[in-house]
């Protein structure tokens, strides 16, 4: 077709329409997926799942694994197997289920012993796995990190997970395009972490919703690789569905001599970049939203409250809720100050810091560590600081700061160097905050308790939470004497020779006996694609029918309640779906263990019973893409959440688990429906006919629901069995991949010989939690 009959296209149209499968009149596509990140917290239940139906993993090799959420990442000096290696029993439990998963299907797969291992958004990258112009997946919503690449790049919950495993694709729909362009200079200590907490700041922690945000302009162009990641990482912050970086010249820059790249000068690498420069966006593509920011604007920037749109300079002060615009927004401030421990008004550089943490899969690689190294050396942690924490996004990350000297001019500023994992990031390891202490932090969430329970948050770039660390207090890094920072930040130390390349561990290139020792390591199932990926008989798990429900439904009020909040991290430690219907809403519920909250709606009569919430506030199920939440839903007996809006991961989740979330956007109507769970009257979703009923049969309002999702409800129909009638599409799909992209056809790292295919590791009992309650399962710490 001549270039003048072309719809223009975005990055995101081109790399979305060229993994195409399949796709139906209501707009239902079958979309295929070239790279697969799997770690220990999300794969679990997807892996039993696999293994319940009788189906294989369609992909071994474009599929990676590695444990980073449950890791200590105290010294692994005396590392003998994660057996032994792991003190609590949940996170023992969940890695040592990874490692017996990924042998049993065949996964390449980086263990503890290996310095490949690392942060999973991290390891992508730096091994080559991931390229620009395709689709990235893992269950963890930072997946968005890879769209620096130009790739597009999302997290999904632990049943596409399953999904993905057993048919490399996924059912989805075409998302919105959003631009965020920033052009400009970006000023001495002003970093890319400072440009996507002041976008998301500006947007609001919603403002991407149901949207992929396309950064670009000058600022961005002249970013490394690495600051795009994270600029990419916290789109989903933002509320979009993934972040995207057009690839150019840095990228390619990057990817060369990269293990998983095309070979650097062959014909496949000429081919490669030819058609990954082809991806810029169309200078006449149209966006659904566009949002422009100068570069002149930002200032290093720090989050005050509890979600990551709660901004400021450095330079303001704590905000007073009494001047936000709407009741709601001044209720939910007053909140923030409380939990935060603050008082309006206060500058930010007069508050005081109890840890510092440097890392998480936003803020741990190189150049990271390089930034802060500058502003720290020759300087010492403040005396009030009680732990300042550096922690590598992965064992190569680390060896290379250690080649620079970095780790000696943390340590000798009285720092704690550390070995790569996602450690304080989010607190599902032993590195947490206690009640009330308060954390500069490089991270990318301050959700109530994210760090640990009680914890208060703040997210700043890596010189900022450096500059805070030396002077015991929030801290403007431009005002301390000897730092110069580029612009960037990038090569703050390390001469560009001292640069290390990503490789394998060279001990299990030469040595036989380091393979075994390594131990964790499985050998690459062959072939590499399965050629029956059918269950027997072609049986499928399938869902309860969802037609009519009718129940309670228990009213709430409040805006943007996370997935943090709905299950707390430390209930996610389980290798089952099932259970968790206690830990719902726990921080809510509980004042301790063994005290229930007689304020919490789901404590009173006749809530207790509810089969559905109704909530006013919008972008319900914000946050991180633990399936664990509709879990918990489910499993306490909730069946639908009715809202003005939801977190789109949340809200694919929900479908994956036979659950009904219903948007009413019109405020009259979702009165009307809250008002009768506020009387306690029961309400009737009527699925087939798309309408809510009160108690007396009256038609409250009609909902909208997309046809492929209702007809699954209303049939019961598992997704996978579904996608697996279409095996002939996936097939002639793989076969035109293969001829035109052969480099995304992936090859195993690691023939292991002589091992009898058996892990030196074994897998810990678990007799009772933490209360003492005898399990069969680890549900709680």
Not at 7 to 32: C, N, R, S
Not at 346 to 365: L, Y
Request: proline fraction near 5%.
């Amino acid at each position: 077709m001549p270039s003048a009959e072309r719809t223009p296209q975005t990055l995101y149209d081109k790399v979305f329409q060229a993994h195409i499968v399949d796709e139906k009149l209501d707009g239902t596509i079958l979309l295929y997926i070239d790279r697969h990140l799997v770690h220990e917290v999300t794969s679990p239940q997807a892996f039993e799942g696999l293994e319940v139906a009788g189906r294989r993993v369609r992909r071994p090799d474009c599929t990676l694994a590695t444990t980073d959420h449950n890791v200590p990442t105290s010294s692994r000096k005396g590392l003998k197997d994660i057996a032994s290696f792991i003190k609590e029993d949940d996170s023992r439990t969940q890695c040592v289920t990874l490692e017996e998963n990924v042998k049993k299907f065949g996964i390449t797969y980086f263990g503890l012993s290996d310095k490949r291992q690392g942060i999973v958004h991290v390891i992508g990258p730096e091994q080559g796995f991931t390229l620009p112009g395709t689709t990235v997946v893992c269950g963890d919503s930072h997946t968005s990190t890879h769209g620096a690449f130009g790739s597009l790049a999302f997290g999904i919950g632990t049943s596409e997970v399953e999904h993905v495993l057993a048919t490399q694709c996924l059912i989805t729909k075409r998302s919105k395009n959003m631009r965020i362009q920033v052009d400009g200079e970006l000023a001495p200590g002003v970093s890319s972490k400072d440009v996507i907490l002041h976008a998301i700041g500006k947007i609001g922690t919603a403002g991407g919703t149901g949207a992929v945000i396309e950064f670009c302009g000058s600022v961005i162009r002249s970013l490394s690789i690495e600051a795009r990641m994270s600029i990419c990482n916290m789109a989903i912050e933002g509320g979009a569905r993934a972040g995207m970086v057009a690839p150019d010249e840095i990228t390619f820059e990057y990817l060369k001599g990269k293990p998983l790249a095309p070979k650097y000068g062959s014909d496949e690498w000429k081919t490669a970049t030819a058609y990954w420069k082809s991806l810029q966006s169309d200078a006449d593509a149209k966006y659904d939203t566009d949002v422009f920011i100068d570069a002149k604007d930002i200032i290093p920037t720090i989050t005050w409250g509890t979600s990551p749109e709660d901004v400021v300079p450095i330079t303001g002060v704590v905000p007073d809720p009494e001047t936000f615009a709407t009741e709601e927004k001044k209720a939910a401030g007053r909140r923030m100050i409380e939990y935060m421990g603050l008082v309006p008004g206060t500058p930010m550089e007069k508050i005081v810091v109890d840890k510092v943490f440097i890392g998480s899969c936003t803020n741990s690689r190189i150049e990271d560590l390089r930034a802060a190294a500058q502003v720290v050396k020759g300087k010492k942690i403040a005396s009030n600081i009680k732990r300042a924490l550096i922690v590598p996004g992965s064992g190569l990350v680390k060896e290379q700061a250690e080649a620079e000297g970095l780790d000696k001019v943390f340590m000798a500023a009285g720092f704690e160097w550390r070995e790569a994992g996602c450690s304080m990031c989010l607190g599902m390891n032993p590195d947490i905050l206690s009640p009330k202490e308060r954390c500069a932090s490089t991270s990318n969430r301050n959700f109530e308790g994210r760090q640990g329970a009680q914890g208060r948050t703040h997210l700043m770039s890596p010189v900022m939470a450096a500059a805070a660390a030396i002077v015991g207090k929030l801290a403007d890094v431009r005002k301390l004497s000897q730092y110069t920072a580029s612009p960037h930040l990038e090569a703050a130390i390390a001469p560009e020779t001292t640069v290390a390349k990503a490789h394998p561990d060279e001990r299990i290139e030469t040595d036989d006996a380091e393979k075994e020792a390594l131990a964790d390591q499985p050998q690459d199932s062959s072939p590499q694609v399965n050629t029956s990926v059918h269950a027997p008989g072609g049986a499928t798990a399938g869902l309860p029918k969802f037609n009519i429900l009718k129940g309670i439904a228990a009213p709430m009020e409040k805006a943007n309640i996370d997935t943090d909040a709905i299950i707390p991290k430390q209930f996610l430690k389980t290798i089952k779906r099932t259970g968790l219907g206690t830990a719902l809403f726990y921080e809510m519920r509980y004042k301790d263990k063994d005290t229930e909250n007689p304020d919490f709606v789901l404590n009173r009569e006749p809530y207790r019973a509810s089969k559905m919430i109704v909530c006013t506030g919008a972008n319900f199920g914000c946050g991180s893409s633990r399936e664990h939440a509709p879990w918990a839903l489910h499993d306490f007996g909730i069946k639908s959440v009715i809202a003005p809006s939801f977190a789109d991961i949340f809200f694919n989740n929900s479908f994956k688990n036979g659950m009904l979330p219903i948007a009413i956007a019109d405020k009259d109507d979702l009165e009307r429906v809250h008002a009768e769970a506020v009387a306690g009257r029961e309400i009737e979703i009527d699925l087939p006919n798309q309408v809510i009923r009160g108690a007396a049969g009256q038609v409250l309002c009609a909902f909208e629901v997309e046809e492929f999702r209702k007809h699954c409800l209303v049939n019961g129909l598992d997704d996978i069995g579904l996608t697996m009638q279409m095996d002939d599409k996936i097939a002639e799909f793989e076969r035109n991949m293969s001829r035109e992209t052969p480099w995304l056809d992936g090859s195993g790292y690691l023939k292991r010989k002589g091992a009898g295919g058996k892990l030196a590791v074994k897998a810990a009992p678990v007799p009772k939690t933490n209360r003492g309650d005898v399990k069969t399962e680890p549900l709680e710490w």
